[in-house]
């Protein structure tokens, strides 16, 4: 099958890609499930953008950005990504998105705040912002007939000129292997490939994310022969509820941001219901996110505690359900009615930091290969994500990138090699890989969790290279599958940040290792290079 460009990735930065190029380019859409799937559906906060210039300055934005990035972001690429949030979210207003109105502020629409934000500049759709944008978005890809849409099928591995050409300089992207639900692999011949697939959660055992946020992009890219930067930085969203029956509901950083306290539950005794963020930093509830989940972290150790609380019952109950519809909703579904009582909540995996080393047009270390959102490192993120920067950089360099893509000249397409099978069995020990999956999410939480230290990451990083041997063993000899392709990328990209994380001889935003609790005085990003040196993107 041949196509102009390929996607990989049904979230934001995926559909903005597809929608902004020309409708005269032939686009297939690949989802690992449904269109529905990814992490920006479940983004409830928003996205954050200057729309009040008479309260708020892309200078504020910026240093909002580069102070939670914790000195590690690239200010050329932040600034260029916030001063580009009007347009991006007008281009949203434009595509039919309810955004969240309120009348009495200048720019019409309510704007929220959340931690590390100077102002108010989180535009939303009440607490369920991406859910909004997704479906948005997903009636105008069903109906494009330019946009072909390839639900449940999985991007295997990316097709490069050094496999069909040894000494072919520069390394060009020239489609990708996808596996069907039949379980059949299709071989996708692409002018431009672009990875949008998400972030990598599922590497650890408690998080935020869906099941399909497994690092598939970051891998494939990073086999491929593209650099991968900062992977060390992985942020624990603070508060994730907590309960048996909620599986990975996040607590949106609005509810600190309208008021939500932080305290001690009824198990830390004499000290129950004392509010504890005070006396970690002067912000208090407001603080950036890798702040406030080492916060609560310290203080869960420290007393033993399964989880904390966090208070907005002193809310207008009104004001609460008007602007909290699904957290109120999920939590009384589970019997927490949040304008009576407070919410259990503890930390959990919630967005890689770190990704493929692209520009700000998401271009890779390969020809006619990009990556946007959460897959790419544009070096927006530093060292910690700003609240609700995430969709905003989706939306930019999505914008961006479908330029770019749009402006080369037509290449032909490449007589592609078909995806063989002709040396590998069906498998007889699946048990294999749901022991490997276990066991990789659960050292990873045990020992490359908020709080690190040098010899839980050695210890990690041991036990990945003997999965690693087991998986490239089990891959090499049996017929493929989603959960063994899952699993591969997963131990790649936990070898990734493991790895970043040793390199690393300090504490810096996310990444927090006792054995070096100092910062240096001048921030350096992380920088892994496959093995075989690949050509570094141009200009």
């Known amino acids: 099958m041949n196509f102009d460009v390929v996607i990989v990735g049904s979230g934001l930065a995926g559909l903005s890609v597809a929608l902004r190029l020309p409708k005269t380019y032939k686009i297939a859409l690949i989802c690992k499930r449904t269109l529905w799937e990814s992490a920006s559906n479940f983004a409830q906060g928003g996205i954050a953008a200057v729309l009040d ?48 109105r309120d009348q009495s502020t200048q720019t019409g629409y309510h704007l929220t705040r959340e931690g590390g934000h100077s102002e108010r500049r989180i535009i939303h759709a009440a607490d369920a912002t991406g859910h909004v944008v997704q479906q948005t978005l997903e009636r105008i890809i069903r109906n494009s007939p330019n946009i ?123 000290d129950a219901g004392m509010r504890f963020m005070p006396e970690h930093d002067p912000r208090a509830e407001l603080a950036p996110r890798d702040i406030v989940a080492r916060s609560i972290d310290f203080e869960m150790k420290k007393r033993g505690l399964d989880y904390v609380h966090l208070d907005i019952s002193h809310q207008n ?46 271009r890779t270390d390969i020809r006619n290969l990009y990556a946007v959102g959460e897959t790419a490192c544009t070096g927006l993120h530093g060292a910690n994500r700003l609240a609700s920067n995430s969709l905003l950089e989706c939306l930019v360099i999505g914008k961006t990138a479908a330029e770019y893509i749009a402006s080369q000249p037509e290449e032909p397409f490449h007589v592609l090699p078909q995806w063989d099978e002709s040396r590998v069995s069906n498998a007889n020990e699946e048990v294999v890989i749901s022991h490997n999956w276990d066991e990789l999410r659960r050292f990873m939480w045990n020992y490359v969790g908020i ?10 990083q041991r036990r990945i290279h003997l999965l690693r041997e087991e998986i490239d063993e089990y891959y090499a000899n049996f017929i493929i ?49 496959p093995v075989k040196r690949r050509t570094p993107m141009a200009g």
């Open 53 to 100: 210039p008479v309260l708020d300055s892309i200078e504020k934005h910026v240093e909002d950005t580069l102070t939670a990035g914790a000195g590690l972001c690239d200010e050329v690429a932040t600034r260029f990504i916030v001063e580009h949030g009007g347009e991006a979210i007008d281009w949203l207003i434009n595509q039919g998105v309810p955004f969240s």
């Open 481 to 529: 599958s989603n959960n063994l392709l899952e699993l591969r990328n997963l131990v790649d990209v936990a070898s990734m940040i493991v790895e970043s994380a040793l390199l690393r001889k300090e504490s810096r935003g996310l990444h927090y290792n006792s054995d070096y609790p100092a910062t240096f005085p001048k921030a350096m990003p992380t920088v892994l290079t």
């Open 148 to 270: 072909h849409l390839f639900e449940n099928h999985f991007a295997v591995d990316l097709i490069t000129s050094d496999k069909l050409y040894e000494d072919k300089q520069p390394v060009e992207c020239y489609g990708l292997y996808v596996l069907n639900e039949e379980g059949k692999v299709h071989t996708f011949a692409a002018r431009h490939t672009v990875l949008a697939t998400g972030g990598a959660g599922k590497v650890y055992l408690y998080t935020t994310n869906p099941d399909t946020s497994t690092g598939d992009g970051v891998a494939m890219a990073w086999r491929a022969g593209c650099r991968v930067s900062n992977m060390e930085f992985v942020q624990f969203h603070p508060t994730c509820l907590y309960h048996p029956y909620a599986k990975s509901f996040l607590i949106s950083e609005s509810v600190r941001g309208e008021g939500g306290l932080l305290k001690l539950p009824p198990d830390a005794g004499a």
């Open 451 to 460: 709080v690190r230290t040098t010899k839980r990451l050695e210890r990690a």
């Open 317 to 362: 109950p009104t004001f609460l359900k008007e602007h909290f519809p699904t957290i109120y909703a999920r939590c009384l579904e589970l019997g927490i009615d949040i304008t009576k009582e407070p919410i259990p909540v503890v930390p959990a995996t919630h967005f890689t930091c770190g990704g493929v080393v692209t520009d700000t047009r998401g």
